[in-house]
């Protein structure tokens, strides 16, 4: 596919303090477009970061019609950029994109054009210990329809963000047990926007009383836990590492996965179970389990400290350097760094 460039007249790249980054707030010079329309792909180009025009009839808007992904590249100790499983991504987006009725992407224009776009804003990968370059690829309808049917045309656009920690110390979360992120025969396995705008209200409840994030539970009951609002969850039970299965309702993490394999590798039991919120805080009360942690682009490896359940606060051991959560955090960041042979085939190299 012939993705032309158009390069910007002038670099934002001295205005970014590197050595402050907040997360997606700084965006990179470029970003990659392409159009889908009379049922194909067309129009790719990398042009300047800025905004968009459309009319207000826009069917994404409406009705929805809107997915993502996040991704991330490193700046190895030797100066290569290298992104981490851009592949999974790139499934797990068209397969997104399927369930919402939406074009995929194929992979000369999904990677072609992410390897183009970085190669050309390579000085925007930070080289700073613990930040990276954030990629969001992202889709939306653009049919000039008020009408609830699936858009005849899209637009797919790859931009990039210099990016700190998501989360800079152990977390406080909160168990949800009125408002749902997802069902079966839903969505929740989807990258799509409304998923994310749904989660806002009680996230912002559960801010306000001093949480950082919620657990979700599943719609039907309440009893089981399922994943987080950025991020899936990942325990250590008795020595075992836990987490629930992937299905309608829990996004198939790329850092879920990839954490799996290691403890697979490492021979440490892994069990993909439904984890009831009884047995998780009668465990953290008895010392069953060990360890609570998130999985995610995003956030990484991120540990929590509380969980708060029916007003009660279950606290867990501070994380040391010898538990599960710390020494996989530490091989998949030499991993995406470079300092250890990819052994697995995890890197993508620019």
């Not at 912002?204 to 039907?220: H, L, M, P, R, S």
């Not at 708060?308 to 959560?325: H, I, M, N, V, W």
Request: aromatic share 12%; net charge negative; charged share 25%.
């Amino acid at each position: 596919m012939q993705i032309t460039i158009q390069k910007t007249p002038k670099s934002r790249l001295s205005e970014v303090d590197f050595d402050n980054l907040a997360f997606g707030r700084s965006f990179a010079d470029h970003m990659l477009v392409a159009e889908y329309a009379d049922g194909e792909w067309k129009s790719a180009k990398i042009q300047p970061y800025g905004p968009l025009s459309y009319q207000p009839a826009m069917m994404s808007i409406h009705y929805g019609q809107a997915i993502f992904e996040g991704m991330k590249a490193y700046r190895s100790k030797k100066g290569e950029v290298l992104v981490f499983r851009p592949e999974e991504n790139m499934k797990r987006f068209n397969k997104s994109a399927v369930r919402m009725c939406m074009p995929e992407v194929p992979e000369e224009l999904f990677l072609g054009g992410l390897k183009q776009l970085i190669e050309l804003d390579n000085a925007w990968v930070p080289e700073k210990e613990g930040c990276s370059l954030y990629i969001r690829p992202f889709m939306f309808a653009t049919d000039e329809y008020v009408g609830v049917s699936p858009s005849t045309t899209y637009k797919f656009i790859i931009f990039n963000c210099p990016v700190g920690s998501y989360y800079s110390k152990p977390l406080r979360v909160r168990v949800e047990t009125e408002y749902i992120r997802a069902a079966k025969g839903g969505v929740g396995f989807a990258k799509n926007a409304g998923n994310y705008g749904g989660s806002l209200y009680p996230t912002v409840q559960a801010n306000k009383a001093g949480y950082d994030q919620i657990i979700w539970t599943d719609a039907a009951t309440h009893q089981y836990v399922e994943e987080a609002g950025t991020m899936n969850l990942m325990f250590i039970i008795n020595g075992a590492l836990v987490t629930a299965p992937t299905g309608d309702t829990i996004l198939d993490g790329v850092t879920r996965k990839s954490v799996i394999r290691i403890a697979q590798d490492w021979g440490v039991e892994v069990q993909e179970r439904l984890l009831s919120v009884k047995e998780l805080v009668e465990g953290i009360s008895s010392g069953a389990v060990t360890e609570a942690f998130g999985a995610g682009t995003a956030a990484v490896i991120a540990p929590i400290q509380t969980i708060g359940f029916e007003g009660k606060d279950y606290e867990l051991p501070a994380r040391k350097d010898s538990d599960f959560s710390a020494k996989v955090f530490n091989e998949i960041s030499q991993i995406r760094l470079g300092e250890i042979a990819d052994t697995r085939g995890w890197i993508y190299k620019i």
